[in-house]
Structure formats: C-alpha cells, structure tokens
C-alpha cells in the first residue's frame, strides 16, 4: 500500500511538473508569436507631454524598441490624459471597433476608472508579459490596485508616485510635517505657500492629501468606496473649513494659484516660496542634479504619511497594434528600463519591480547610492481614494475657489 501511495505520489509530481512545464512553453510560444506580429507596427502612445525629461526618456525608449523589436513609436503629447480618453469614447460611439488612434496610453486614476468601466480597455493582458514576474506587488499594492480600483490584468504598472514636499533647509531648517502644522506654517510666513490650481493634478493631490489626514480613522473606508453624494456632502466638510482658514495666508491671498508645480518650483528656486510639492520624490534631486535647485534643498513627507499611487499603461479596446504595444510595456517593465528611468539624471521615476527578484547584476543598476535632494526617511503610503471622488472634489473646490 505505501509503495502504491509513493509510486502514486511520484506519478502526480511529474504530471504536475509537466503541466507547469507545457505552461510555459504556451506562454513563451505565445510571446514569441506577439513578438513576431509587433515587428514593423508602429505604436502610437499617448502620453503627458509636458516634462522634458519624460520626453527624453520616452524618445530613448522609441530608439530602444525599435533597434531591439523593430517597432516604431510614436509620442503623442497630451497636455491632459482625458483627451485620449475622449478620442477613445468618440470612436467607439461611432462605432470604430478595430484600427483606433490610440494604441498605448499613459493612465490611473479617474482615467482608468472611466475606461474600465465604459469597456474601453483591451484585455486582461498585463500579468502574461514576460517581464510581469519582476513586479513588487507584494510590497507595492497599488500595483494591482488603482485609486481603490482593481486593475485586473487591463492596465501593466509603469513607476510609483508619492506626494513629496521640497525646501530650501538653508533657510527652512524646520519644515511643516503635517497638514496642522503647514496650516500654522502658512500663518507665520505670509505669501510664502501655496499649490497648483485643480483640476491639474498635483493640486487635486494636495487636496486629496487635506481631505485625507482630516478625515477620522473610522470614515477612511468611505473613501476607497465609489463616491455618494450625501457622503461626499459629509466628508468634505472639514476639507472646506481647512482650506477657508489656509487660503488668505497663501500666495496672493488665496486669489491665484500657480498652474504648475513646475512653476511653484521655480517661484522656490527664486526665492518666492518657501516651499515646494511634487509627485515624484526624486524630482527635486533631479533638479539639484542639474544645477537648477541648490544642494540645500531637501525633500520629505508628512510624518504620518502621503497620498502615493502607481501609474500605468493602459491599451484600448480598438488599437490597431495591440501586439507592438504589449511589446514595448514589456520593455517599459525590464529592469534595464526601469532602471533608466529611475535614474535621478534621466527622469528619477521610482521602479515598480522587485530588486529581490531580479539577478544580482540587473538589482546594481538600481543601487547608485542617495543623491543630494532625494528623500531621507520615506513615510508610510496613503492609497487614493476611489477615483469616483476626483471629479466631483475638483468641481467642488473650482467652484469656491476657482474664479
């Protein structure tokens, strides 16, 4: 009997190791086969055009993807995510099913959010890229979750995001650490802060950050759920009173905000602000790097956290190179490229991926040691909220604030 049970035993493990081992074969053979159909494709990505350092990374990748797979890229610069979105949503109105503009879209959020839920995602295809088995979802959740939003395989993560704040510490050696204490800040230094105009996004962010820190533990949870408006009513009221009481102590009063966090940071390298914010917390060392901000600048978080989330590339449901696409998000995912783009001289995106789970040899490209600017002590990540509260927060604050 215990020899029958161990012949058994042995029997199931070859089985299943065959089993594992034919599954591999399919998805190399598999991937093999998209590879061939992506050569010669050209692949429109859209994506925010508005930083030159994202660009010049967006070109070295055209040149890498098309030296290694024979694909062209093509950068289609947005100013706003939703205007692909909308192109997206128009054609399918019409009724163009295949051929689309869109092959490959830069996305998260309210974005995400829409298109999931209008059918307008191809997929799931995210998990099946080769380079997929890298990912840090075990340490980074928001890879498979944006803004409170399964991603289910519809969207392949691309760098994280983290809300960080930069000063010059030569002249704020004691920076703000939480939304109280900014509010106290922005008191004693009149005109010396302030925040980029929602709905763009580093200034919904910020508020997003508000809303969250004066939001009792116990309410949180209402957040990560789509929004209601009685809720919303509810919630946003502490918000509303913060933002009352900070906005006369702000840059001209609380009568103008900035456009850009882009133009918040220079205002701080001219001495304007005392303060600046960003999404990428390796921005300011970008920017230390070269030669734009002064090595005294420091960068930091709120101690009990900041708003941090992931941000993707999305395919639509019509686009004509779906298999050039997958191609270069696998690319976009390989340490090489990660890498690179983590790199403070290139653009400073943090990774995705798991050193622990790559060779030793590609792990040393991400470990270059901290630059003057980055971030010392990181603190916790506060997920977004459910992307179903952005638009209704923006018009809700435009509406006070916004004329």
């Known amino acids: 009997m215990n020899s029958t049970r161990r012949q058994f035993s042995r029997q199931a493990a070859l089985l299943g190791a065959s089993a594992a081992f034919g599954s591999q074969a399919f998805a190399q053979t598999a991937w093999a086969s998209i590879e061939a159909q992506a050569r010669g494709q050209s692949v429109a990505f859209n994506a925010w055009g508005g930083s030159a350092r994202v660009n010049a990374y967006i070109e070295w990748a055209a040149a890498e993807v098309n030296q290694r797979f024979g694909i062209k890229l093509e950068h289609v610069k947005l100013t706003d995510t939703v205007e692909a979105v909308r192109r997206v949503r128009t054609e399918k109105a019409a009724g163009r099913v295949k051929d689309g503009s869109i092959d490959l879209v830069w996305i998260n959020g309210e974005n995400f959010l829409a298109m999931k839920r209008e059918a307008m995602l191809f997929g799931p295809w995210a998990e099946s890229l080769p380079n997929f088995r890298y990912l840090d979802v075990e340490g980074k959740p928001t890879t498979r979750i944006d803004f409170a939003e399964p991603v289910q395989g519809l969207e392949a993560p691309w760098g994280m995001a983290q809300l960080t704040l930069f000063v010059d510490r030569s002249k704020t050696p004691s920076p703000p650490r939480s939304t109280q204490e900014l509010l106290k800040f922005a008191q004693a230094n ?12 580093h200034g919904t962010t910020f508020v997003k950050q508000i809303l969250m820190d004066l939001t009792a533990s116990a ?69 230390v790097a070269a030669g734009r901000l002064p090595n005294s600048v420091m960068s930091y978080q709120f101690d009990s956290g900041t708003i941090g989330n992931t941000h993707f590339l999305g395919i639509p449901f019509n686009a004509k190179a779906k298999e050039g696409a997958q191609v270069v998000a696998n690319f976009l995912l390989s340490p090489l490229a990660q890498a690179h783009k983590a790199d ?26 901290r630059a003057a600017g980055q971030v ?28």
Request: aromatic share 10%.
């Open 190 to 201: 009149p005109g010396r802060v302030t925040y980029p105009k929602p709905p763009q996004f």
């Open 219 to 287: 309410d949180r949870a209402a957040l990560y759920r789509p929004m209601e408006t009685e809720v919303f009513a509810r919630l946003t009221e502490p918000l509303w009173k913060h933002l009352d009481a900070l906005h006369p102590h702000l840059w001209r009063a609380g009568k103008q905000f900035p456009a850009s966090a882009a133009a918040l940071r220079q205002m701080l390298a001219d001495g304007e602000l005392a303060l600046g914010l960003t999404f990428n917390p390796n921005e300011a060392a970008n920017e």
């Open 344 to 369: 403070i001289k290139v653009w400073g995106d943090p990774t995705v991926l798991a050193l622990s789970k790559m060779t030793a040899q590609d792990a040393a490209m991400f470990t270059s040691g």
């Open 376 to 403: 010392e002590r990181f603190s916790p990540v506060i997920p977004e909220p459910h992307g179903s509260w952005v638009d209704p927060l923006e018009k809700a604050w435009l509406r006070r604030y916004g004329a």
